[in-house]
């Protein structure tokens, strides 16, 4: 006989796992106390190495099935939601989202699902790439230098400070913050 587990996760303590456990029995779920392994954690953490999770893989059998609220539960990009579905779906153990309509991700419509999500992820990954290096070849054509700014040695920083010029000018004439010149101000070449 399957069991009903729930998965619910906030990112800060500040946020409480309430309103995901109310909105599991507004929807007609009972899931007992003792199933319920609510955690507090980043979702940039794969959900693999969340400790919460692992304990939770460890108690789940074939045929349990696992409820969440939303998608973003399970990780932050649709990847790493993917993943950790199979890893799931692997193990005989369904997962339901309430915010697909209690969709069974490991059904074969659930499958589709996920698939769409995933295409659309990637997309709008692929998208930011785009944007990002037109952004930076345009920068490029307009002369802005990228990346770190220039690096500056003890030996330059030595040779305006034998012009007795202050550290001040020094970090302007060198394009470097006032902090780096103090750094480099006592240093020999």
């Known amino acids: 006989m399957s069991r009903t587990f729930l998965y619910a996760r906030v990112s ?11 909105e599991i029995k507004s929807h007609g779920f009972d899931v007992l106390e003792n199933r319920v392994v609510a955690e507090t954690v980043s979702g940039s953490v794969p959900a693999s190495e969340r400790k ?10 074939p045929t349990d099935i696992l409820l969440v609220t939303k ?4 990780g932050r990009n649709a990847m790493d939601v993917r ?9 005989d153990i369904k ?10 991700l490991t059904s074969p419509a659930g ?10 992820a990637e997309f709008e990954r692929d998208l930011l790439i785009e944007r990002t290096n037109a952004g930076i070849d345009r920068a490029r054509s307009e002369g802005i230098r990228l990346g770190r700014p220039k690096a500056t040695s003890a030996r330059e920083v030595q040779m ?19 902090s780096t010149i103090k750094r480099l101000w006592n240093k020999s070449t």
């Open 12 to 22: 800060t303590a500040e946020q409480t796992t309430d309103n995901q456990i109310q």
């Open 52 to 61: 919460g999770f692992q304990k939770l893989l460890e108690r789940m059998e």
């Open 71 to 74: 998608l973003d539960r399970l």
């Open 83 to 91: 993943s950790t579905v199979e890893l799931l779906a692997a193990r």
């Open 95 to 104: 997962v339901h989202c309430l915010a697909l309509g209690g969709a069974d």
């Open 111 to 120: 499958k589709m699902t996920m698939g769409v999500i995933t295409a659309v």
């Open 160 to 178: 305006l400070k034998s012009a007795d010029l202050s550290q001040s000018t020094v970090a302007s004439t060198l394009g470097v913050s006032l």
